[in-house]
C-alpha cells in the first residue's frame, strides 16, 4: 500500500514536471527563435570567393546573396569582380522558387560552371563552382 | 538534359504538395503525449485509491490505467493524424502552436474525465454521451476544424474583402440569439437551430477580430493622424472612426443587454488592443480606459445582476452560502492545492452529494485545476497561454502586410485576453464575468471558435502562402465611402 501512494506521488509530481519539461522545450525553440529573428532574415545562400589572382575581392571573402545577385567588374554590381577577364556587366545569380540559376549577360569570356561553359541560365546546387575571368567562386548554403 | 530544359519558367507553377518534415512539433507533440499519459495514470490510480479507502478494502493490485483509456488513447491518436496531415501538406506553418493548444486541450479532457460524469449528458440518438465523452468529441471537432484551416487556408481575400458582411453576419447571428434564443443559468446566451446549439457570442469574438483587423488595416494612416479637435480631444477624422465605433457599439450593445458581460469586457479589450497595435498611439488605450471606467458605473447602476458581481467581489463572505457560495468554494479550493496541489483525482469531495462549485466546468475550471495541481500547475497553464500569445505575436511580425499583421495579433490575443479575464475572476482579482478559460473549459461554442482562430493562425504563419494582395485605392467620398476600386 505504501508503495502504492509513493507511485502515485512520483506521478503527480511527474505530470507537473512533465508540463514543465514541454513549456521548457517550447522556451528554448522561442529564444532560439527571436535569437534568429534578431540577427535578420536568413540568407538564401552565401558566394565564397575560392581563388582570385588579382586579390579584389580577396579570397576567402563571402558575400550573402539577395534573390539576385549582379557580377561583373562595373561598381555597379552587388559583386565587383576586378579582374581583367571579367566584363562589366558579367553573369547574373537568380534565386528562382527552391533553386539557384546563373545566366551569362553576354560576357566576352564567358562564365562557367564547374570548369564548364554556361550557355543559358544553369541551375546550380550549394558546392557548385562558378568561375568569372580568373576568379573562382563557391555557392554555399547560407545561415538558416 | 539541356540546360534550357532545366530553367523552365516556375513562376506559374501550382504550389506543389510536398512532404515537410515537422521535428519541432514532433518532439513537443511526444512531450504532451507523455505528460498526458502520466496525467491519465495518476488521475486513474487516485480514483482507485479513494475508492479502495472509502470502501475499506486491501488495494490488491496497483492500477495505473487513466479512467477512460479510449478517449485519451482517441485524443492522442487524432493529434498525431493532425500532426502526419500538417507533415504531408507540407506547409511551412508554425510548429508549437498546435503542441500548446494540445496540451490545454488534454488536461481540459483530463479535467473532463476527472469531474461527475453526470453534470452534462446529452443524447445522440441512441447514444447518451456524458460530460468527458462529450468534451472529446468537441476537442476532435476542433482539432479537425484546425487542421482544415491550417490546410485549405492559402488566401486571406474572403476575410479581408467582405469585412462589412462577416460583420453583418455577426451581429445578425446575435440579435437572432437575443429574439429566439433560449435561457440558460438565467442568461439567454444559446441559440438553437435544429439539432445544433451553441453561444454565438462566442463565434462574434473571431468576426469582431476580422473585422477590425480589416478596418483597422485599410485605415490606418487616416486614423494615426488628428484631424478632428473636440475640445482638447484630438480625433482621427470622424467618417473614418465612425463605422469602426458602430460595429463596436453594436457587438457591445447587445451582449450587454444581454448580459453577457464577460463578452462585453472581452471586445472591449480587444478593441483596444487592436486600435493600439495598428496605431500606436497610447491616448487612445488611456482615452479607451477612461470610457470603460465611466461605462462600469454607469452599467452598476443599471443592472441588478453587475451589482450583485462587484458586491461578490468585494466581499463574497458577506452571504458564503448564497450569492458568495461558488467565489468562496473556489477561493478554498485554491487554498486547498497550495503549492503543489492534491493530485489530480483527489481534490474537490463533494459536500451532501452536490459539487461545491457548481460551474466548476465551464466557468471555474481553475478552481479544480488549482486545487489538483496547486499553484505551479497553474503558472504552467498560465505559461502555455503566454505561449500561444507569443506565437501569435511572431506571426503578426513576420506577417507580410497589415491585415495579416493585425490579424494574426487579434486572434492571439482574444485568446490570451480571455484567459486572463476569467483566470482573474476565478482567483477574485476583478469581478467574475462568466467566459470560458479557452480550451480547457467544457462548452462545443468556445472550443469552437477558438480553434478557428487557432487555425487562422497557423495559415498565417505559413511563409510560402499566397502574397497579399495590392492595398485597395481610395478615396475620399465623405460619410459614405463607396466606390473602392481594386
Known amino acids: 500500500m505504501d508503495g502504492f501512494v509513493l507511485a502515485l506521488w512520483v506521478l503527480r509530481l511527474l505530470f507537473l514536471g512533465l508540463i514543465y519539461v514541454f513549456l521548457f522545450a517550447v522556451a528554448r525553440v522561442l529564444v532560439r527563435d527571436l535569437r534568429s529573428a534578431a540577427r535578420g532574415p536568413a540568407e538564401l545562400g552565401r558566394l565564397v570567393v575560392l581563388a582570385s589572382p588579382r586579390g579584389e575581392p580577396a579570397p576567402g571573402v563571402f558575400y550573402p546573396l539577395d534573390a539576385v545577385t549582379t557580377l561583373g567588374r562595373d561598381l555597379t554590381n552587388t559583386v565587383v569582380v576586378d579582374d581583367p577577364f571579367a566584363s562589366t556587366e558579367h553573369a547574373v545569380l537568380t534565386f528562382r522558387g527552391r533553386a539557384w540559376y546563373v545566366e551569362d549577360r553576354g560576357s566576352t569570356n564567358g562564365t562557367y560552371v564547374n570548369g564548364v561553359l554556361a550557355a543559358g541560365p544553369t541551375a546550380l546546387g550549394f558546392g557548385d563552382q562558378i568561375q568569372i575571368g580568373e576568379v573562382r567562386f563557391r555557392l554555399e548554403r547560407g545561415r538558416t | ?486
Open chain 2, 1 to 486: 538534359m539541356s540546360a534550357l530544359a532545366q530553367a523552365r519558367p516556375i513562376a506559374r507553377r501550382l504550389p506543389r504538395i510536398r512532404p515537410r518534415t515537422r521535428p519541432v512539433e514532433f518532439g513537443l507533440l511526444a512531450i504532451v503525449t507523455l505528460a498526458l499519459l502520466v496525467g491519465g495514470a495518476s488521475l486513474g490510480a487516485t480514483e482507485q485509491w479513494l475508492r479502495a479507502q472509502a470502501g475499506g478494502e486491501k488495494l490488491g493490485a496497483f492500477g495505473f490505467a487513466p479512467p477512460d483509456p479510449r478517449g485519451l488513447g482517441v485524443y492522442l491518436g487524432a493529434l498525431l493524424v493532425v500532426h502526419v496531415a500538417f507533415v504531408l501538406a507540407g506547409r511551412r506553418t508554425d510548429q508549437i502552436l498546435l503542441p500548446a493548444v494540445a496540451m490545454l486541450g488534454g488536461i481540459g479532457l483530463l479535467l473532463m474525465q476527472r469531474l461527475p460524469q453526470d453534470l452534462v449528458t446529452q443524447s445522440l440518438g441512441s447514444v447518451e454521451l456524458r460530460l468527458g465523452q462529450l468534451q472529446l468529441l468537441w476537442l476532435i471537432i476542433s482539432l479537425t476544424v484546425v487542421s482544415l484551416l491550417a490546410l485549405l487556408v492559402r488566401s486571406d481575400h474572403w476575410l479581408r474583402a467582405y469585412k462589412y458582411t462577416w460583420a453583418a453576419a455577426g451581429i445578425t447571428l446575435l440579435a437572432m440569439t437575443f429574439v429566439f434564443g433560449t435561457d440558460v443559468n438565467g442568461e439567454r446566451l444559446t441559440l438553437t437551430i435544429g439539432p445544433v446549439s451553441g453561444q454565438p457570442s462566442e463565434l462574434l469574438k473571431v468576426i469582431l477580430v476580422v473585422f477590425l483587423a480589416a478596418y483597422l488595416s485599410e485605415n490606418r494612416s487616416l486614423l494615426a493622424e488628428e484631424s478632428t479637435r473636440i475640445g482638447p480631444l484630438r480625433l482621427p477624422p470622424i467618417p473614418y472612426l465612425a463605422p469602426m465605433v458602430a460595429m463596436w457599439a453594436i457587438a457591445l450593445g447587445v451582449v450587454v443587454v444581454q448580459g453577457d458581460l464577460g463578452a462585453a469586457l472581452l471586445f472591449f479589450a480587444v478593441f483596444l488592443a487592436l486600435l493600439f497595435v495598428a496605431t500606436g498611439r497610447l491616448s487612445f488605450v488611456v482615452g479607451g480606459m477612461v470610457l470603460f471606467l465611466v461605462g462600469s458605473f454607469v452599467l452598476y447602476q443599471l443592472f441588478g445582476h453587475v451589482q450583485q458581481r462587484v458586491d461578490n467581489w468585494l466581499d463574497p463572505f458577506r452571504d458564503p452560502l448564497g450569492s458568495g457560495f461558488q467565489t468562496v468554494q473556489a477561493l478554498y479550493a485554491f487554498a486547498r492545492g497550495g503549492l503543489l496541489g492534491v493530485g489530480l483525482g483527489a481534490g474537490l469531495p463533494t459536500i451532501g452529494g452536490h459539487l461545491p462549485v457548481p460551474a466548476v466546468h465551464t466557468d471555474y475550471p481553475l478552481a479544480a485545476l488549482g486545487e489538483e495541481l496547486g499553484l505551479m500547475g497553474l503558472l504552467a497553464i498560465f505559461g502555455l497561454y503566454l505561449v500561444i500569445v507569443e506565437r501569435g505575436l511572431r506571426i503578426a511580425a513576420a506577417a507580410q502586410d497589415e491585415f495579416r499583421a493585425l490579424l494574426a495579433a487579434g486572434l492571439s490575443l482574444v485568446i490570451g485576453i480571455q484567459a486572463f479575464i476569467i483566470a482573474a475572476g476565478n482567483l477574485k482579482l476583478v469581478p467574475l464575468t462568466g467566459i470560458t478559460l479557452p480550451f480547457i473549459s467544457y462548452g462545443g461554442s468556445s472550443l469552437l471558435a477558438n480553434a478557428i482562430a487557432v487555425g487562422l493562425l497557423l495559415a498565417l504563419s505559413d511563409r510560402g502562402a499566397v502574397p497579399p494582395p495590392p492595398p485597395r485605392r481610395r478615396r475620399w467620398h465623405g460619410l459614405f465611402r463607396r466606390g473602392t476600386v481594386r
